[in-house]
């Protein structure tokens, strides 16, 4: 679709120019710690670029995306050594986070959505970001039906960002990123949260905005396997240094993901239906509050098997009658007596 490409191709990235570089930088936060939280980062991606950042939990990885967003130099405080260019520039030089850089690095999407989307509708989350760049109305109301559609979420505009999916928020997030005109994308955890097909969603918007030039950044400690159709390069950051720095195609050589994990799991659901004697037997169980009894009788039964969690229930039913309840990870009979 022409909307897609014309919309994709919004601000790419001069592919000669690195997004961003560090030269000698370091950061240290103001509480300090043990030393500087990021350093020694030789990292210079280009235009049509994407680089995915692996890392243990507290290895680095969200201060490397903040530094590269611009963020740690214009609203941390902190000490920073050695210099950080965006786009050609020292980052010094950009007079604020929401004009100038917003305009080269639109901000960083992460894992929680909640936490980004402000507005009431989809539409003004996404408006937001297209009016901040001084376009004419008319542009304005073009690019934001081009927005939609590339993310697949025209069908959602005047729905509240709240009341969506996971993986349809994250696409909000997204688009309301990708509104500022941003040339670099950064993604820090983004699709943690997400089923696999909400997973795949995101990925595929991120494959049609690399092929249009854009450079894009993906934070993953335990990366999808789907991603290694885009990413170029996979770096990875041990206590704020860069370890490892390899083709795609060397990192998932070795790599196994959770879903593929999975399958050495040990499943523990067909065990309670094997007879074994039940862990946990409750029956005839009534218990109130306070001194005064209440009006009608409830009475709880419930057997839980091993290997097994129970799973609350709610709900009445009739005097004599079982519910059960059966999961992947449970095995239980429930039942709420009557008077």
Known sequence: MQAHTDMATDESADPDTPAFQFTDFSYTYPQGGTGPALEDQPQHPTGGECVLVNGTTGAGKTTFCLAAAGVLCHEYEGRTTGTLSICGRDVRSYTD?????????????????????????????????????????????????????????????????????????????????????????????????????????????????????????????????????????????????????????????????????????????????????????VQNLVHHYGTTPPPSRESVWISIRGGNSSPSSGGRTAPGRRRSSNTSTAFCALRRGGR
């Open 97 to 281: 986070m929401g004009g100038e850089i917003g305009k080269q690095v639109g901000g960083v999407v992460f894992d929680d959505a909640d936490a980004q989307l402000i507005f009431t509708t989809v539409e003004e989350e996404v408006l937001s970001g297209l009016e901040n760049r001084g376009l004419q109305a008319e542009d304005v109301q073009t690019r934001l039906e081009e927005m939609l559609a590339f993310t697949s979420l025209t069908g959602f505009r005047y729905r509240e960002p709240h009341s969506l999916s996971g993986g349809q928020k994250q696409r909000v997030a997204l688009a309301a990123t990708l509104a500022s005109g941003t040339a670099c994308l950064i993604l820090d955890e983004a699709t943690a949260e997400l089923d696999t097909a909400a997973t795949e969603s995101i990925i595929a918007i991120l494959a049609r905005l690399k092929e249009a030039g854009r450079t894009i950044i993906v934070v993953e400690q335990k990366p999808p396997r789907a991603l290694a159709a885009i990413a170029d390069r996979v770096i990875t950051i041990e206590d704020g240094r860069l370890t490892r720095d390899e083709t795609a195609e060397e990192f998932f050589a070795t790599y196994t993901d959770e879903t593929e994990a999975n399958g050495d799991r040990v499943e523990t659901a067909g065990v309670a239906r094997k007879g074994e004697p039940p862990r946990v037997v």
